[in-house]
């Protein structure tokens, strides 16, 4: 078969696959076309791209070079928009914080990512101010500063410089070299399981891949779902999170206005929908549950407003209610690490009912275009599409994390045979809808965060009257899920009030050891704990019984 290799003629370019030629030569080019933060700055594209050189010239200046690490904390702003582009083009890698773990968490991932360089918001020197004394491969901090009557905020971090006024010192023009299009561009922690936050990491050839498989798929349908050049793009999922779904760089690519809201307060969310005419957005069902809890939101035309719902399951219920508001709500599914879009719940071009029609928006969806999806049993052959049988999603396609950072042997776990293992359980039927029903692993997905129940047990544990301990999630309207703690006392006094169980917890949240959403923790007393016959906690027969 090597004589059918083409000849490549010397002189000839080898186009690499890179985020540079994404920014290059976008599908569209629309140097007029606005990026909005918040109420407080308007620029157009032209100038988006003269930050970003300004940018790569600043972090330059500063010694970022090909290989070194540059972190950000910040909420979702233009900032962040220009550090996905400037800092992967440099050749250096681009670590998203997620400023939603915990301090010691937080501590970790910064060290384990072997930051050189981390970009911090104002309000999240606090944070970094209870750790800077443990903080040890960071060289330079730059402030990101949305408070301009507070240029300097007090900290005892040795800052380099203000965001802006970095940019303003630096040249507009810079050359943005070629490298290898499998150089790590990217990398982020996502929490499962175990204790240990895991690292996660994409090339810029897997980003090039993923915004095009995904502006393919968000093409494909007729009316439903589309997105295009006369939308209006605005994120509700963290920047930190998985590139926002990677949407932003989707959106630029196709050169539409882009809405960046900062931090997340209902109300300025809907005042920006309707102000900035917001076409596209996506969100885990907690935000939405929470703009629809929202006074203004009954008052707010929001008709054409296209959502797509991850994170957890689109419940029906809300389905509905976004429909009579003329919401075009659907879910879409993929996990960190598959960077992540895998499918999409559009409804196609069948004839259908209401019901039916909701029905298909609340599936997992159908995959994109190089996506290979297979649900699977436990020897790895496939089960019926009958949209009944259940196995495990399995899948390969060229954007996959190839593993996780400075960790084998969870990689090797995660890439058994060949294909990524989801660890959720699914059915397939015969129009190649997927369908989740459950998921393996024993996390819980509150408010579309991860929060270990292993973690919760063992702090749970450390209470003097727990003699044994399991924690399920329990389906929750507005969180998706909750943590209900099954607990075994020691002893026969009187059992201890639920608040005092939660009180126990929030010691280990205050300490930075735990996140707060398990402060939405339930409690409830059981005489004994289900086992398996080896002796583990059966968790499978616990939610059967009680819940």
């Known amino acids: 078969m090597s004589d059918n290799l083409i000849v ?3 002189s000839a370019y080898s186009y690499p696959l890179i985020i540079k030629n994404m920014f290059l030569a976008p599908i569209v080019d629309n140097p007029d076309q606005e990026i909005v933060y918040r109420d407080s700055l308007r620029f157009t594209y032209r100038e988006f791209k003269k930050r970003v050189r300004q940018l790569a010239n600043a972090l330059t200046t500063m010694g970022v070079k090909p ?8 909420w979702d702003s233009h900032r962040y928009l220009e550090c996905f582009y400037a800092v992967p083009m440099l050749g250096a890698v681009l670590h998203t914080v997620n400023v939603r773990l915990s301090p010691e968490q937080i501590i970790y991932t910064i060290d384990h990512a072997e930051d050189d360089f981390l970009l911090v918001n104002s309000d999240f020197l606090p944070i970094l101010d209870q750790i800077k004394g443990r903080i040890n491969t960071v060289k330079e901090f730059i402030l990101l500063n949305d408070t301009p009557e507070d240029p300097q905020p007090e900290t005892a971090l040795p800052i380099i410089g203000e965001y802006e006024a970095l940019l303003a010192d630096a040249s507009a023009e810079f050359d943005f070299a070629d490298f290898d299009e499998n150089t790590r561009a990217t990398t982020f922690y996502t929490t499962g399981t ?66 960046y809201p900062g931090k997340y307060v209902p109300t300025v969310l809907l005042g920006l929908l309707e102000k900035e005419k917001v076409t596209f957005s996506h969100c885990v069902p907690t935000i939405m549950n929470m703009l629809m809890a929202c006074p203004e939101y009954e008052t707010i035309d929001l008709t054409g407003w296209k959502v797509v719902i991850g994170g957890a399951s689109l419940p029906k219920k809300m389905c509905q209610a976004a429909k009579v508001k003329g919401i ?8 960190s690490e598959t960077c992540p879009v895998l499918t999409i719940a559009h409804v196609g071009t069948r004839d259908l009912t209401e019901e039916e029609d909701t029905n298909i928006r609340c599936t997992t969806g159908r995959s994109l275009p190089l996506t290979q999806i297979r649900v699977v049993d436990e020897n790895m052959k496939d089960v019926p599409a009958d949209g009944e049988s259940v196995g495990e999603i399995v899948v390969r396609s060229p954007w996959l ?13 995660l890439w058994k045979g060949g294909y990524l293992h989801t660890g959720d359980v699914a059915t397939l039927d015969q129009y190649n809808y997927v369908n989740i029903t459950d998921r393996m692993k024993d996390v819980i997905k509150v408010g579309g965060e991860w929060l270990s129940s292993l973690e919760l047990e063992d702090i749970i544990n450390l209470h003097p009257r727990v003699a044994e301990v399991a924690v399920i999630g329990m389906n929750d309207e507005k969180w998706g899920e909750k943590p209900l703690a099954l607990i075994v006392l020691d002893g026969a006094e009187e059992a201890p009030k ?13 300490k930075g050891l735990m996140t707060k959403l398990a402060l939405l923790m339930k409690v409830q007393y059981v005489t004994e704990i289900d086992k398996t016959s080896v002796g583990k906690i059966d968790k499978k027969v616990l939610r059967k019984k009680h819940l």
């Open 8 to 10: 490549r003629t010397q």
């Open 498 to 510: 639920e608040k005092e169980i939660v009180n126990h917890v929030r010691a280990f949240i205050d």
């Open 67 to 74: 290989g070194d690490t540059v972190a950000i904390m910040d």
């Open 401 to 413: 994390t190839q593993g996780y950072w400075k960790d084998s042997r969870n990689s090797e776990n």
């Open 328 to 335: 075009d709500l659907f879910a879409g599914y993929g996990m």
């Open 194 to 259: 175990t204790g240990l936050p895991k690292g996660v990491y994409f090339s810029h050839r897997q980003l090039v891949l993923h915004t095009l498989g995904t502006i393919a798929s968000l093409a494909t349908s007729h009316e439903q779902g589309r997105f295009h050049q006369k939308d209006v793009y605005m994120p509700i999922t963290p920047m930190f999170h998985v590139h926002a779904w990677g949407f932003p760089y989707i959106a630029t690519t196709v050169g539409v206005k882009q809405v």
